[in-house]
């Protein structure tokens, strides 16, 4: 099949994708392709995989739109021809391993450890060198860097257990097949930083008033209570909160725990009387945050088997 049928082929299935894919392929450069979900998946996986495959090689992206999207673009590849090891697809768990969900298995397909590959980077340790860099301050003693990772790790654990009504209501809606679009969820409005510490918004402080909020947000019928708290007392009792409140909501917590270090006098290791190195903005950190990445073991596996295998048997 020539170039322009595999073009045309492309355009038929349907398959957007796909079809992008065909317009970046270049089959003699020294490229390997990452197909991921959405358009800031880029700035982790670009740092992880630029780190690991040799400097002569190159990564390129292709956004698919969803988890779904990547799958079925995945069944209209002709494998005959390409090189599994060459294109990969990056896939986030989401709620997939608590519901018990199947899923599609392929030598190139990743599934990330946690809710997303957020989950995998955000850490006390990323933390703390984020901290010592944009403030300026890497000349901390031992006494307070243990100071900032415990704050660190207290804070998000109480995080964590404040977005579990809000996992619980996703549980809900995931498994009931109920659509929503969850990017309208403002986390601002569900959680703040109150005396140093995560605390719950006074709109939000029971389930009723949390679904209340969510309903009204994601533009779905209000859920049955008891289901809420059935999913509830599922993600507590079982400890899914660890890996599984969804990456975003964990950079929301990021960046409020880090401004409010940047403002309280009690963290008097900052010179006040100097501006941070970069400004701190929720627009921009996954930028500020990704060159701080550690490649999760599972990850560093895949590339090592696929990136790098496929190079390998080039040279």
């Not at 599609?104 to 933390?127: A, P, Q």
Request: charged share 25%; proline share 3%; aromatic share 14%.
């Amino acid at each position: 099949m020539s170039m322009l049928d595999e073009h045309n082929s492309a355009l038929s299935t349907g398959s957007e994708c796909y079809h992008n894919f065909l317009l970046k392929y270049k089959p003699n450069k020294k490229f390997v392709y990452a197909i991921v979900e959405g358009v800031e998946d880029p700035i982790f996986y670009k740092y992880i995989i630029q780190k690991l495959i040799p400097e002569t090689w190159d990564v390129i992206f292709i956004t698919s739109g969803s988890k779904y999207k990547s799958i079925d673009a995945h069944r209209i590849f002709n494998w005959e021809t390409l090189d599994k090891r060459r294109i990969c697809f990056f896939l986030d768990t989401d709620l997939d391993k608590y519901l018990g969900k199947n899923q599609k298995i392929e030598t190139n397909f990743y599934y990330t450890d946690g809710y997303s590959i957020e989950n995998s980077i955000v850490s006390s340790c990323l933390f703390l060198n984020f901290i010592e860099d944009i403030y300026g301050c890497g000349e901390l003693d031992e006494p307070q860097r243990e100071e900032i990772i415990e704050y660190f790790e207290t804070g998000l654990s109480e995080f964590k257990n404040i977005m579990s009504g809000v996992m619980a209501y996703f549980a809900w809606a995931t498994r009931n097949n109920v659509k929503c679009r969850w990017s309208r969820v403002n986390v601002s409005n569900i959680f703040k930083i109150e005396n140093g510490s995560p605390a719950i918004t006074d709109d939000c402080k029971t389930i009723e008033s949390l679904c209340e909020y969510l309903t009204d947000r994601l533009g779905c019928h209000y859920p049955d209570i008891n289901e809420i708290n059935f999913e509830l007392r599922m993600l507590l009792d079982g400890g899914w909160l660890n890996e599984f409140v969804r990456g975003k909501f964990i950079f929301k917590f990021f960046h409020s725990i880090s401004l409010y270090i940047e403002h309280n006098k009690h963290f008097d290791f900052i010179d006040r009387n100097s501006k941070p190195r970069i400004s701190i903005n929720s627009a921009k950190l996954n930028s500020l945050i990704a060159p701080y990445s550690r490649t999760p073991d599972s990850l560093n596996r895949f590339i090592l088997s696929n990136f790098l295998g496929y190079i390998h048997s080039t040279e």
